[in-house]
Nanobody, 116 residues
Framework: QVQLVESGGGLVQPGGSLRLSCTAS????????LGWYRQAPGKQRELVAN???????NVADSVKGRFTISGDAAKNTVYLQMNSLKREDTAVYYC??????????WGQGTQVTVSP
């Protein structure tokens, strides 16, 4: 079992910044991918960014150049630094862990609202 706890969401004005954090606990040795998805109202959940290795990251084209994903292995934590936020970034952001046990884990979600 892997548990994921997210923090850092909130309300921010367009052009502002937020940093999301996700800390994993439990069977963290099973994790082979850690990242973030988001789901806006009426839309499908989409990948924002993930880390699949010490130097391997993937970032969605829609946020490339504005969002940065990073990790702290010692703390089992992944961060999503979000800059130059736009209204269309408004969504519930979910931390995601893929594992070698072929089971995925999800955090509870954190709301990010970009509004004047």
């Amino acid at each position: 079992q892997v548990q994921l706890v997210e923090s850092g969401g909130g309300l921010v004005q367009p052009g502002g910044s937020l940093r999301l954090s996700c800390t994993a606990s439990g069977s963290v040795f099973l994790i082979d991918a850690l990242g973030w998805y988001r789901q806006a109202p009426g839309k499908q959940r989409e990948l924002v960014a993930n880390i699949t290795g010490p130097s391997s990251t993937n970032v969605a084209d829609s946020v490339k150049g504005r969002f940065t994903i990073s990790g702290d292995a010692a703390k089992n934590t992944v961060y999503l630094q979000m800059n130059s936020l736009k209204r269309e970034d408004t969504a519930v952001y979910y931390c995601f862990a893929g594992t070698t046990a072929d089971r995925d884990y999800w955090g509870q979600g954190t709301q990010v609202t970009v509004s004047p």
